[in-house]
């Protein structure tokens, strides 16, 4: 069937913010979606409230509404666009939610919006518990057994009935407390007994156990004729029993025979069949290591996170197809964009290997479990393409960015045998590296698969690096044996620490003997047919099938896996520095490895590598292109790490040069340039040793910022107050010697302030200012950001602009640079320069209007800013305000501590504007996700040192209605400055305590600030993890505090919903 | 192992490791895209007598059992993969996969950029080759080269005596041209029993068997070298309702005047759209062929083209309007790829009455 006739305008739903579970790959999806329909002609609407996507840019909508997404403000949008129909799968389980509350609410008949694709029906089908239980019945495919029951007896019945092991789970007791794995009768009575009692209703769910059994998904496609396709099989490493989102997943499956891939193939498009879903669709199901028995455990009626891998991982642009099932299209009417020679009505045949390695958010979080279960802890993901299944896994490894060049953890080397063993039981992070341990130290597949599950295929594999690795160590290292290890994958580093020589001359050996890289193309089906997509990977093989052009070409690096501190907001930037250089008329390059993202979809620059961004990989492309130079300052810290060893290996590094940037890191260089240049910044030494840390601190004096000098991005860093806590500090958090300065400044209490700027060389561009509502402290990352600056004076601007100037000039920037200063008592003063794109620059593109990454490619490509037509200097303020607030994935997290400090804790970002500042405010907050109270209880617990600020937070919050409770400290000395405060219950004080009153809902928010410096605070940290758990805000910071109060109160007789779009912020404001 | 080579007609070589068959491997070399299935591929009589690369690299990973078996034996010439696991894993490994080569005598050649080869014959087409120990002498190769191409593979394949199997309602005469073990399953599973006959027997023995329906077979090589059984199918069209698979598709239709063509390089994989014009449906399907009918052959005949491949537009089954007979390119049968084309058994048992 061809476009649906009645089809003009579409609405779509993006996914928002970056949480743990739902990241970067909707901002591919949704990107993709909108494309294709404006392919067709059709006019889109978009709202998404994160301000760091491709899909917010004004050039992928028609209509682009950076909003909260949020019942009221999408019918808002509808209203005021009057679209005909609606597409909701593109943007995770936000768009779906959204979609079905839509429906449910009336707004969608009401507007008479149709919604295109999967029907609400097939979605609840897929996504109710009950609903989807009965459909699977109805078509014969099985579901893990499972009853519900309120006594033992009955709990023991089923036990009888199924056999174990079961799951007992708890009904509504947070975080699944009492429920387990139960073995036998005994087992099953224990626990059932204790989770009966623990569940506020009574009830348990018990279920049969599938742990350990193979997990499968498929990547299933159908059209409105009832045409299905499977995309792509994927096999997890990990077997059943940890989230897909946190395993490290193959793909084509492995370990299954033919008879069972088309067994699980054919099962899930029966499911999908009978769902009724139209456009792509994931299902994940178990089978038994043992039998031909299986179990479907979950369908996603939607586009997900496995689309987008199982997309990267074949070439078949899920999302587009879905995108043009939705206006009316069948398979055999859109075209393979891979081939565009056949039609996207097949099934993708590799011939390669890819492996989809995790990357969790442990190194920031240094506290949290880092057991994995159920829920979802990683962050972001690499992707590893190969033609083994050795290398695959060593390049993935590579990718991580995680200190590793191997499949080897040298903190587990020190641990003995008995250690290993005890270790391959824990299920977390490590694992595969310890798996890897145990063989190494002679450990048997066989005990290590009785443990884990894990099939002895993979295991295999693993013991195929390791005898390798012995092998290096104990033979002659001849071309041949050289070339088999690089056939495995393992890196010239690693060949080179075995062998004692280093990665360049190994490298040197290699290119001596010929033995190169070959690249291979990823064409959806196996070299069968021709195909014009230039995506490629490495492997060390007979021939390659890159064809090198004469033209002039720039390779970009990507910047990586999503993590904390590096989200997509630098894949924003690579992709528009790649769109920038296609302009200029160079031919454009790009090396990632993220399967999530837009820059590594095969249509954005001319060629794309999918590698890891270590030196040897991105020297070896270089290699074999023989590129003008390479752009680092998108690519986040990634690239710019990469800059120093590549300009050593004689690559030209285009725009600012290795020596501004290592000016700008390197601490002494930065205080020569600051003296030159006349720019004060706070107090500060560098120390070697404990005493010294003592003597500078009593120099610069209290309260010092403390950090080692060798970790970037506010890794291990603190504020300390006295003699005490820098004691403790030096003592707990960091290890002081000649090699590992600590630096210690004055902490300057005051307002932050960010600026990013673009540098021809001669001249300096300020698209805009930017100020924090919190103080100095909080991580930049996670503060509030509002532009234009609201509190600054003139002469603060004057000197922003003039140091801004002197530091790119001094640097010699050309392109980005980044600066964040305080001011406190009318003086501005740095705190850290970057030479590069900053976090907050697609946000600054989208409110001022100026394409930054474009103008400040141009820049490193020697355009001057006269020569692109832009004026320097600060640009003029505009009429409206825009909000960047930080949005956090605590709940994903446990043991965390939620409160504010210099590291960074948050996942995403959301941007809303308003030409009234308390509306843009109070609807970032809306978006970021914080349930702004209208009733209850305010409680203030706070430290000794913020209760003078605490009394004006309390009294407004008091004017407003609601009734301030406060523990004991805090409550006297509000009362006596005027505020009655109810007196609240610590925990530490006995029943019917803080938590209490935050489980019965009596408490709407929790404003709490602690002691500096150390974790003593459990009662703080208890009231902090319990308001993750029951959804309500709690503010760490005085400053979000005093101006969620102010904001509140000026939105309260007034309207909160109004929308407008990103094309219209100039125009009508 | 010790090192080996194939070697291309046109001079290419790919170098890799060498292993099973004390034989040289010499006949045309093709490639199959499927991602699973090796075994199924392997023992498939439809590729008697050529040299097969696998374009995935791992191959052997769930090892060997007889259950997957399709044919008596494997009559490849050679074959070519990329990595072959050393370490099977799957509850129905019986035997690995190295050791099912080494017994079945198939000299194997390991270790190579197959990808270099697929790309080769995507572009020249099918080519012969041959597989040889690497330090074979020029001039030999090129001898073994030059030897003539082998035809009529159906010989070596076909069933030498008369089998029955099944004990359904419906009885099926099916002239085994080397067919696949599946298909036999599918028609008993369908309620037939069945009497399997060798590839030359002729019309008037198979019709005193008095079946209900007549089946014709997949099978290796050309249509065109099975001049007698063509003969021999005229005699059967009308008589009984017929349905053919894959060579059974190409002797039927050379049998009603139409013509088949060798192909560039074939469909051989398991991941083949084919549309079915009566329904508009799409079918992911397992194919295996390098020769075609030709569609200008069929103009002014009666015969209507009722399938075509989605990814080139050549014919994929036909049926014919004079007689009760039906037949696809494909494999409907799976083992290895997809299910989901059960309709066409069905069909078959309606057209013998045997729907009610």
Redesign the interface.
Same mark, same amino acid.
């Given at each position: 069937m061809p476009k649906l006739a009645n089809i003009k305008k579409v609405l779509v739903i993006g996914s928002g913010p970056i949480i743990i579970g739902q990241a970067a790959e909707f901002d591919y999806a949704g990107t993709q979606a909108c494309r294709a329909l404006k392919e067709e002609g059709l006019e889109v609407v978009l709202v998404n409230s994160n301000p760091a996507t491709i899909m917010t840019d004004v050039n992928i909508a028609d209509r682009v509404y950076v909003e909260p997404i949020n019942a009221e403000f999408i019918e808002n949008v509808i209203k005021t666009e009057r679209p005909d129909s609606l597409l909701a799968t593109l943007g995770g389980q936000v768009g779906l939610n959204m979609a079905m509350e839509l429906e449910e609410k009336g707004v969608l008949s009401e507007y008479k919006v149709r919604l295109l694709g999967t029907k609400i029906d097939a979605i609840r089908r897929g996504e109710d518990r009950e609903y989807f239980k009965d459909t699977m019945e109805k078509i014969h495919q099985p579901v893990p057994e499972s009853v519900i029951v309120e006594t033992i007896m009955a709990a023991c019945q089923f036990g009888r009935k199924i056999g174990y092991p079961l799951i007992v789970r708890p009904a509504y007791t947070l975080g699944g407390t009492g429920g387990g794995i139960v073995e036998n009768e005994d087992e099953l009575v224990d626990i059932v007994q204790k989770g009966l009692s623990y569940s506020p209703i009574g009830q348990c769910l018990i279920e049969r156990s599938i742990a350990g059994w193979k997990e499968i998904e498929y990547e299933v496609i159908r059209d409105a004729?009832?045409?299905c !396709?499977?995309v792509c099989s994927m096999e997890n490493l990990d077997p059943v029993g940890v989230h897909t989102g946190d395993s490290i997943v193959v793909a #084509?499956?492995? =370990?299954?025979?033919?008879?069972?891939?088309?067994m699980l193939?054919?099962a899930s !498009?029966d499911i999908v069949r009978e769902l009724g879903v139209v456009g792509g669709c994931n299902v994940q199901l178990a089978l038994d #290591? %043992?039998?031909d028995n299986y179990y479907v455990i979950e369908v996603n009626p939607r586009v997900s996170r496995s689309s987008a891998l199982a997309s990267k991982a074949t070439g078949y642009p899920i999302a587009k197809v879905t995108a043009k099932i939705a206006v009316g299209y069948n398979?055999?009417e859109i075209e393979n964009a891979v081939t565009k020679k =056949?039609?996207a009505?097949?099934? #993708?045949? !590799?011939? %390669? !290997?890819v492996l989809k390695f995790p990357r969790w958010p442990f190194d920031k979080f240094v506290t949290a479990d880092r057991t994995l279960g159920t829920q979802m802890k990683a962050t972001g993901e690499v992707m590893a393409i190969e033609?083994?299944?050795e290398a695959a896994m060593l390049k993935a490894v590579r990718c991580l960015e995680i200190g590793l060049r191997h499949l080897e953890m040298p903190e587990l080397k020190s641990l003995s045998d008995d250690e290993i063993r005890a270790k391959i039981k824990n299920i977390d992070d490590e694992r595969c590296f310890v798996v890897a341990e145990a063989l190494r130290r002679g450990i048997t597949m066989e005990y290590i698969h009785d443990i884990t599950k894990i099939?002895?295929?993979f295991l295999?594999?693993i013991?195929n690096i390791v005898k390798m690795e012995q092998k290096l160590a104990t033979e002659e290292l001849t071309p041949e044996l050289l070339r088999k290890a690089k056939q495995y994958g393992f890196a010239d580093k690693v060949i080179g620490n075995i062998v004692s020589k280093d990665e360049f001359e190994i490298r040197a050996l290699r290119k001596a003997n010929g033995i190169i890289p =070959?690249y291979?193309m990823v064409d959806t089906?196996?070299?069968?047919?021709?195909a014009e997509t230039p995506y490629y990977y490495s492997c060390y093989?007979?021939?390659d099938?890159v064809e090198v052009t004469p033209r002039k070409k720039v390779v970009v690096l990507g910047s990586g896996p999503i993590r904390i501190g590096q989200g997509v907001e630098f894949d924003y930037c690579s992709v528009h520095c790649v769109w920038a250089l296609k302009d200029m008329g160079y031919e454009t390059i790009i090396i990632n490895n993220n399967p999530e993202t837009v820059s590594t979809d095969f249509d954005i620059a001319d060629k794309l590598y999918f590698e890891p961004l270590t030196v040897e990989d991105v020297l070896n492309v270089i290699d074999k292109e023989q590129p003008e130079g390479v752009i680092v300052q998108f690519g986040g810290q990634t690239a710019i790490n990469l800059a120093g060893p590549l300009a050593k290996q004689g690559v030209k590094i285009l725009g600012s040069s290795v020596d501004s940037i290592d000016q700008a890191e390197d601490r002494e260089r930065f205080d020569e340039l600051l003296t030159k240049c006349e720019i004060p910044r706070p107090k500060g030494h560098t120390c070697f040793t404990v005493e010294g840390a003592f003597e500078a601190a009593h120099d610069v004096g209290y309260p010092a910022m403390v950090r080692p000098s060798y970790v970037l991005g506010g890794r291990a860093m603190e504020i300390v107050y006295n003699d005490e806590e820098l004691d403790h500090y030096m003592k707990y958090a960091v290890k002081v010697n000649n090699e590992h300065p600590v630096l210690v400044d004055h902490y300057i209490m005051g307002t932050e302030v960010e600026v990013d700027a673009i540098c021809d060389g001669k001249k300096v561009l300020l698209p805009g200012i930017m100020q924090h509502v919190e103080r100095t402290g909080v991580h930049s990352g996670d503060s509030i950001a509002v532009y234009p600056p609201r509190s600054l004076s003139e002469h603060i601007i004057e000197l922003i602009i003039d140091y801004t100037n002197r530091m790119a000039l001094g640097l010699e920037v050309k392109g980005m640079i980044n600066v964040q200063y305080i001011v406190r008592d009318e003086q501005l003063y740095v705190i850290e320069v970057n030479p590069r794109s900053s976090r907050t620059v697609p946000f600054l593109s989208k409110v001022t209007g100026i394409p930054m990454v474009d103008v400040a490619t141009k820049c490193a490509m020697g355009v001057s800013l006269k020569e692109q037509g832009y004026r320097a200097g600060l640009q003029l303020f505009p009429d409206y305000y825009a909000v960047k607030a930080p949005v956090f994935s605590f709940n994903k997290m446990s043991n965390v501590d939620i409160v504010l400090g210099p590291e960074m804790k948050s996942t995403g970002e959301v941007m809303c504007a308003d030409y009234k500042y308390s509306r843009a405010l109070y609807k970032a907050c809306v978006a970021s996700g914080i349930n702004v109270p209208h009733e209850g209880a305010i409680l203030m617990t706070v430290a000794d040192m913020d209760k003078p600020e605490a009394v004006e937070i309390a009294r407004g919050f008091e004017e407003l209605g609601f009734k301030v409770m406060a523990t004991k400290g805090t409550a006297a000395y509000l009362k006596e400055h005027g505020v009655e405060a109810e007196i609240a219950i610590k925990v530490s004080e006995g029943p019917n305590n803080i938590i209490d009153d935050i489980k019965a809902g009596i408490i709407g928010m929790v404003i709490n600030t602690s002691n500096h410096g150390r974790d003593a605070d459990r009662d703080g940290f208890k009231i902090r993890r319990s308001t993750v758990e029951h959804a309500i805000p709690c503010l760490t910071s005085m400053d979000t505090a005093r101006e969620l109060q102010r904001v509140m109160s000026v939105m309260r007789r007034r309207r909160v919903v109004s929308v407008v779009a990103l094309q219209d912020l100039e125009d009508e404001f | 192992m010790k090192k080996g080579k194939l070697v291309l007609k046109d001079g290419s070589v790919?170098?890799g490791a060498l292993f099973g068959g004390n034989r040289n491997a010499i006949g045309e070399v093709v490639?199959t @895209?499927?991602?699973?299935?090796y075994q199924?591929t392997l023992t498939d009589p439809s590729f008697c007598d050529q040299i097969v690369v696998m @374009?995935?690299?791992?191959v052997g990973?769930?090892g060997c059992?007889p259950v997957?078996n399709q044919g008596k034996r494997c009559f490849f010439q050679g074959y070519v993969i990329?990595?072959l696991?050393?370490?099977?894993?799957?509850?129905?490994n019986e035997q690995s996969l190295e050791q099912f080569l080494e017994e079945q005598n198939v000299p194997t050649l390991v270790g190579?950029? @197959?990808?270099?080869i @697929?790309?080769k014959l995507?572009k020249y087409g099918v080519i012969q080759g041959v597989i040889v120990p690497a330090d074979m002498p020029e001039a030999e190769v090129q001898a073994l080269l030059a030897m003539p191409e082998v035809h009529n593979q159906v010989k070596t394949v076909t069933t030498p005596e008369i089998y029955t199997m099944g004990d359904g309602r419906l009885h099926v005469a099916v002239m085994d041209y080397g067919i696949k073990q599946n298909i036999l399953n599918y028609l008993v599973s369908f309620g037939c029993h069945l009497t399997v006959f060798p590839a030359y027997t002729s019309a008037e023995e198979v019709l005193r068997y008095n079946p209900d329906g007549i089946f014709l077979s997949n099978g290796p090589g050309d249509p065109k070298d099975l001049p007698e059984c063509i003969e021999q199918i005229k005699k059967m069209m009308g008589k009984k309702p017929i349905f053919g698979i894959c060579l059974g598709n190409q002797l039927l239709g050379l049998a009603n005047g139409a013509d088949t063509y060798k192909m560039k390089f074939g469909h051989r994989?398991?991941?083949?759209?084919v549309?079915d014009l009566q329904t508009?449906?799409?079918y992911?399907s397992s194919q295996n062929h390098g020769y075609a009918i030709d569609e200008k052959s069929l103009e002014g005949k009666n015969i209507r083209v009722t399938h075509i491949s989605?990814?080139d537009g050549t014919i994929e089954g036909v049926e014919y309007l004079d007689h009760p007979s039906f037949t696809v390119q494909y494999h409907p049968e799976?083992?290895?790829?997809?299910?989901?084309h059960e309709y066409l058994f069905q069909r078959f048992i309606d057209l013998m009455g045997g729907g009610k």
């Open positions: 004729a009832d045409n !396709i499977t #084509p499956a492995q =370990t299954l025979s033919d008879k069972e891939v088309q193939r054919q !498009i #290591p %043992y039998s398979l055999d =056949t039609k009505c097949f099934e #993708p045949s !590799i011939d %390669y !290997i033609r083994s299944f099939d002895l295929w295999s594999k013991n =070959t291979k089906c196996a070299a069968e047919f021709e093989a007979q021939e099938e | 790919y170098e490639f @895209t499927g991602m699973s299935g199924e @374009t995935y690299p791992l990973n769930y059992n997957f990329g990595d696991c050393d370490c099977p894993s799957n509850w129905r190579v950029d @197959t990808r270099a @697929t790309r995507r994989g398991i991941n083949q759209p549309k508009g449906k799409i992911i989605c990814n799976a083992c290895p790829g997809p299910g989901g």
